[in-house]
């Protein structure tokens, strides 16, 4: 009886371990490296599912063994002391062969994956200089004098070479489903090179910081477009140009919980000239790529609003801003502390990733980015606004913002296409 209640209790913790396993096989893990999308991806995969082989072969052979001598050896009643040894050289030679044997199936395919993916990128590879910054990243593209931010556009097909460097203190860069991470280090170059799958369909995909790097580490994402080479074409064209204005309306979307009702934008055609190829957002089957950080609370701005993007430049042009940022096409505007807003309205998010890049998160980016994300050096612009770093309220004096230039800026920026 006593036996039959243990192989009970055996079988029922089974039956529970494989009901975790099945639930877990169930759920979506976006952010995935088993589904890896370029031949980098591709050689970790494969070398992962090697090794995991070899492990499941070992692991099952030495339980096996240790289980039959754990019931073929065990203690039964009426059992004499056995003899006692004291070293057997033949078995001490085969429990040392043997487990260097398995390391050499493990360490060959080790070796060769480490020397490919350590190799110098092919000639005619894209470059791009990846710069890390607390707490965003700055993306160049040195062969079409591109320079932008939090968002990269690479064409499939294409081998593309990322050049990393810090501008601060140590980052990681990595994009889970396209390839390997590595670190950005100060005054270090560091390289790592992928070509996404020619077959790929134009996707959205999320790049994260994953070396602890300070207060808003959790919140230096950025993201990757694999898009089709003539896109990419289109879109390399779009952005070797100045900023500008949208001729068309820009639609404004619901706020988002606990966010201000979006600024109206009012658009200023400057010409016809028609902006290229953009990601099509709000796409369902890139939600997971989507940000979805809740508005901080306490803050508000005011309803009702209309920005006007003329309006909005003046205000921008003689605004700190100009202090940090670049535009090409405002000559004003052409300092490189912060992030490039060239062609600002097309990017999907705003905060390296924190929020959607919609009027609503705008507005109130600016007026208080030290609130929306923590430790950010761009200062506190709306009026009466208190500073967290400064611990002080926003004055005039101090060039404080009211909502009307804030909606007005918002206007300008949205309208940078």
């Known amino acids: 009886m006593k036996g039959n209640f243990r192989l009970r209790r055996i079988a029922s913790f089974g039956m529970l371990a494989v009901l975790a396993l099945a639930l877990a096989a169930c759920e979506q893990h976006p952010n995935t490296t088993f589904s890896p999308h370029s031949d980098y991806g591709l050689a970790i995969d494969f070398l992962w599912d090697r090794l995991l082989l070899l492990a499941t072969i070992v692991f099952v052979l030495v339980e096996s063994a240790l289980i039959y001598i754990v019931f073929r050896y065990r203690k039964r009643e ?32 080790t070796v060769r994956t480490i020397f490919k993916t350590q190799a110098k990128a092919v000639a005619g590879a894209l470059q791009i200089e990846v710069i890390g910054h607390q707490w965003w990243w700055e993306f160049r593209y040195p062969e079409y004098g591109i320079i932008t931010a939090n968002e990269i556009y690479i064409p499939t097909g294409r081998t593309v070479n990322f050049k990393l460097t810090s501008n601060d203190v140590i980052h ?61 074409a289109s879109w390399v064209a779009k952005e070797r140009g100045p900023a500008v204005f949208g001729a068309t309306a820009i639609p404004t979307p619901a706020p988002a919980a606990g966010a201000a009702t979006p600024a109206m934008i009012v658009p200023v055609s400057e010409g016809s000239a028609e902006p290229g190829y953009t990601f099509p957002a709000n796409q369902p089957e890139f939600d997971y790529a989507k940000p979805h950080t809740p508005v901080p609370a306490g803050m508000t701005f005011t309803r009702g609003l209309t920005g006007n993007a003329h309006r909005g430049q003046q205000v921008y042009s003689s605004a700190a801003c100009i202090g940090c940022h670049a535009i090409a096409g405002n000559p004003a505007s052409m300092a490189n502390i912060g992030p490039n807003l ?63 230039q804030i909606a007005d800026i918002v206007a300008y920026l949205s309208a940078l296409k």
């Open 78 to 109: 009426g059992d004499q002391r056995p003899p006692q040894t004291h070293g057997n050289v033949v078995i001490e030679i085969f429990w040392t062969l043997i487990p260097a044997f398995i390391l050499l199936f493990i360490a060959v395919p």
């Open 172 to 232: 990681s860069f990595w994009a889970p489903q396209l390839g390997g991470k590595r670190d950005l280090i100060t005054n270090r170059t560091n390289y790592i090179w992928l070509t996404p799958d020619s077959t790929m369909q134009p996707a959205e995909w999320n790049g994260f910081c994953t070396e602890y790097c300070g207060t808003s580490h959790g919140k230096m994402r950025f993201r990757v477009f694999t898009v089709k080479p003539d896109q990419f």
């Open 342 to 404: 060239t062609h600002f309205g097309s990017r999907a998010t705003i905060g390296a990733g924190s929020f959607p890049n919609t009027p609503a998160y705008l507005a109130l980016w600016i007026k208080n980015a030290r609130v929306m994300k923590p430790g950010v050096i761009m200062p506190t612009l709306g009026m009466n606004e208190f500073d967290p770093v400064l611990k002080t309220q926003v004055t005039k004096a101090q060039g404080g913002l009211d909502d009307q």
